[in-house]
């Protein structure tokens, strides 16, 4: 029972929402499932100023049990969702000093957005479960229509996490005009089938409890706690990894806690679940909770690769994704999926996928908010775009980039910190990805401004389409590799041109420690080749050691044409040396250009 | 909705056990957590026929849904739970011409067991709610008052899948001398928190719906029809995968199957969830569901190491566990939490992770028990230890196994089919065990009947203890490890000497090529050596390419004594040719005994 256990209901108990404001809009708003909400009213809360040029707003959208109260709005305020990523001053990745941020209660939600325990003023009773059907667009709507009423314009950017990155994704889709950035978090194209069946059953849990009386249970003594809790109980399950789950709940796994009131002494068996469950039924409202998980439900970007294409095609926004590794409801691999067909896209998009035990619920605790903050603030940022500090480049990037004509597309593969991409973005090349795997080096490079994709090599290239970059880096990522032929292939694919930059294992100072002393050859005296050279044999972490004239043979029996071919010695010069002697002797790195054309 | 998911519920409903028969236990029944049961009957089903020697017993354990009809007895009757791996005829598993197979309905079940639906003797009517709390021991020693009712003493084998493996476990620990092996499959020492809270979730479900009645819903006109459906679907999410619920459910997410009845509709979406629900209903009575799940989330093998070696240290039998690579309920890592035990405790035992996208349910589907089938036919399989065919050695192997003296214990890592080991049992050693990460290599070192288990050597050793083993015999495997250091520590952790035999990357062919080519080595004639210089430098599967010198440079490093060297000139004889004029160049294959010890 730590602290750090912060889903958004464990911090609202007890108070009202003292910034709440609320705004009516006009008219009636039509629904695309049919039906319409007359004289709906939005409740939401800001921070910070909208500055005069009107680009600073920010809309945060928040999750299934979430509100508006994204963050505190000072020392005596009650803790919102969001406090550790939303607040004044640069230490916060949303800093309200900077921009104009403001979150609105979700249509359908409890907490002063029109749901089904507002009163239809066509019949004079609360909705109940004669509440429409709604759906994320709906929801979206909404917040337009609001953010209209308001005066905003452009956002700097739509944020959520679950089911607020379904709203960001859709805000991105259904108003590219007015979306410049949509970060979206620990969400997916549309929920599992898995997801899928556990909202069913706590649906059906809600439905079936005798108090629910059809949904009409407002003005009814007894109210469908019960069924509630049960939803409640089920979600906090998925909302937490196996390991997570062990470490808030082998403490009382034999030995249950103090069972404090009657309502836990019925769910006698894993208090704290009991707990959560009543928490929330004190603070939320079971058609809420019906009728927004069925809008997940109902949430549905594409199935397939095809469907996805086209509903992302809309878009036009740069977007950050991130996804949580031990999150089993909201999976790595769904994120991949709309990063995937964002990269085919040409969309700006960086993805990083964070490691942690924590589970789906890992997109509101501190710790991981640490570490995704700085790519939020980084994508936020639309200074760095121009102005990141120029990266310290290697003799081998000097001669990439001399290869690299002006205007040139380029993708990256295995793009470290971004020295190469930001140096072409400085030289004004506009189209540039990077592909890379460390987590540390995908937010050095985000903080200068590029996208970067969080990628395993080993997979080939999924992402990308035929030719759908004039050139393909890849620098010493090659020993790295484990499936050389696929790989090989698909950059060939995806690029017009790869660049193949790697470090020549028969170079004579391996091969003569090789052959005068029979040892597995090693040499640390040559930084510029990176420090392919410099590992033992039960240490290194390359798993291939191809000569020059392997890669070359390599590239010939393939069918692939080598264009150009620069060898160097590093050494230790800025720009190297380069060899015409025997290069697979002398030579301790090369530089192919190839292509499957000749 | 294919015919392939068949978790037990889907095959039985309509008609009646045809083949149930009845055993009354004498006397009174005390319960492991108080209060006792007086007249307990137990409903068993058998197949085959007991042996004059009384020797050929195998008794099957059902998991929570399940009951005693675990396969057909003819072709007229219903189908069973497990009919692909029990019947008549050597193309079953566990045959019912050669073992006399017996199936008990659980302790509190409602299929022959006494259980709540059960008349209490003492009040005259169901027992309900008043249904005391069990346990699996409390389930184990009704099976042996039954056994021991029908004059069955020794058990060939006790098997069980999910809550049948709990029992086999509990049988092995608890009744030693009646167990000659157990296996469990798809089980764990204790569930995790993460089932546990499912199951806490589906126990209030039940619970709290309102045609309960405190568990004396028996006499009344409704039923918890609801609590045990929403139990149930619950269930369902957690026996499939991501993968596997995605193959089922995805066809009907937008456009719900055709509802056939009221049930249905109350639960209108997810059909098939809803479906399983009901036909789980008609055939399930809720309080069994409870008293059952109940028994499951107190069983309890131990947390720690520490208490599973002390749980399983009465254990005698030998033991087969198999587990499934996608089952999120029963993770393989708990599996091997088991079997890290009964290793380090010397029992004999074999495991094996099936891959599988098919989660829990794997255990009963046909797929996958072809695949742990012959694991299950080896381990019943007595005569194996004997008869088994013995193997074709290699020049490698034969020297290996000149180096180990009589009697000695060995652990073989990376063991393959069994070549060595299998030599070794023929000659007399009993303490033997491999450790093997392909599948269908240990299917093969089963079927000689020897024990392998199922690991990653990446990992270390965490199963077995300091000085386990006189020998550790690792032969061309080093050249595929990553984590070199670790791996050879432990192996002298283990094994009082090591013996490592490896191929020599210096070897003066490989060298030749490299110096004078300068082309990543390789060489094809060599077949001794196993096939390590046959690869290309891109699709080599060796991460590691040492030389003798390098291997021995980095015992002296790390203050390894080398007792013994045999350098070999494997060639393609039966032996190999010894080398003593400078084996680093002239040796394909190095044999190295060494230990800590000098």
């Not at 049919?34 to 009213?41: A, D, H």
């Not at 050095?444 to 970067?452: C, E, F, N, T």
Request: charged residues 25%; glycine residues 8%; contains cysteine.
């Amino acid at each position: 029972m730590t602290d750090s256990f912060s889903s958004s209901d464990d911090i609202r108990s007890g108070g009202e929402l003292a910034h709440l404001q609320l705004v009516e809009l006009p008219g009636v708003m039509a629904l695309e499932r049919g039906g319409e909400l007359p004289g709906v009213v939005v409740g939401y809360e800001t921070y910070g100023e909208l500055n005069e040029a009107r680009d600073n707003a920010v809309l945060i959208c928040h999750a299934i049990s979430g509100d508006s109260h994204v963050a505190r709005h000072d020392g005596d305020d009650l803790p919102g969702w969001w406090d550790e990523l939303v607040g004044p001053g640069d230490k916060f990745a949303i800093d309200t000093e900077r921009y104009f941020v403001i979150c609105t209660n979700v249509l359908g939600g409890c907490s002063g957005t029109t749901g089904p325990r507002t009163v239809n003023p066509q019949t004079g009773r609360r909705y109940g479960a004669e509440f429409p059907v709604i759906t994320i667009g709906d929801m979206v709507e909404t917040q337009r229509r609001a953010l209209d009423e308001l005066g905003i314009g452009k956002l700097r950017a739509v944020v959520g996490g679950s089911l607020g990155g379904h709203q960001a994704l859709t805000w991105a889709t259904r108003h590219p005009d007015r979306v410049e950035n949509c970060i979206a978090i620990a969400t997916s194209p549309r929920l599992t089938s898995q997801a899928l069946g556990f909202d069913v059953v706590a649906r059906n849990a809600i439905q079936t409890d005798p108090h629910f009386a059809g949904g009409q249970y407002y003005d009814e003594p007894e109210q469908p706690a019960t069924g509630l809790a049960i939803a409640r109980m089920l979600g906090h399950i998925t909302y937490l990894s196996t390991e997570a789950m062990d470490a808030k709940f082998d403490p009382d796994r034999h030995s249950p806690r103090d069972i404090a009131t009657a309502f836990e002494k019925k769910f006698s068996v894993g208090a704290y679940l009991a707990h959560q469950g009543q928490k929330f039924v004190e603070r939320f409202d079971a058609n809420s909770y019906v009728t927004i998980s069925l809008a997940m439900d109902l949430f549905d970007l594409g199935r397939t690769r095809r469907e996805l294409l086209s509903t992302l095609r809309s878009s036009r926004c740069r977007f950050l994704v991130v996804s949580f590794s031990s999150d089993w409801l909201f999976t790595p691999a769904q994120s991949r999926e709309i990063v995937n067909a964002l990269a085919a896209l040409d969309r700006s998009v960086t993805y990083c996928e964070i490691t942690t035990t924590a589970g789906h619920d890992a997109f509101l605790l501190v710790d991981e908010i640490g570490q995704f903050g700085p790519l939020v603030a980084a994508r936020l940022d639309a200074a760095l775009e121009t102005n990141a500090a120029p990266a310290e480049l290697r003799a081998n990037d000097r001669r990439i980039l001399d290869l690299i004509e002006p205007g040139k597309s380029v993708l990256d593969l295995g793009c470290g910190s971004g020295r190469v991409l930001s140096e072409l973005r400085r030289r004004g090349h506009d189209k540039l990805m990077g592909v890379e795997v460390a987590q540390e080096k995908i937010i050095i490079a985000a903080s200068r401004g590029l996208d970067v994709i969080d990628y395993d090599l080993n997979h080939g290239l999924p992402a990308f389409d035929d030719h759908q970059f004039d050139l393909v880096v890849m620098s010493a990522t090659l020993q790295a590799i484990e499936h050389v032929e696929t790989l090989l292939d698909e950059t060939l694919r995806v690029g017009r041109q790869v660049i193949l930059s790697f470090p020549n294992f028969a170079h004579q100072e391996l091969r003569e420690m090789f052959v005068r002393e029979g040892r597995s050859p090693k040499a640390s005296n040559r930084s510029s080749c990176g420090s392919s050279y410099g590992y033992e044999w039960y240490n290194t972490p390359n798993r291939r050691f191809p000569s020059i004239a392997d890669v070359e043979d390599f590239c010939r029996a393939k069918g692939v044409t080598i264009h150009r071919a620069i060898y160097l010695d590093t050494g230790d010069t800025e720009y190297g040396r380069e060899i015409t002697d025997d290069p697979n002797l002398n030579a301790d790195t090369a530089i192919l250009v190839i292509s499957r054309e000749s």
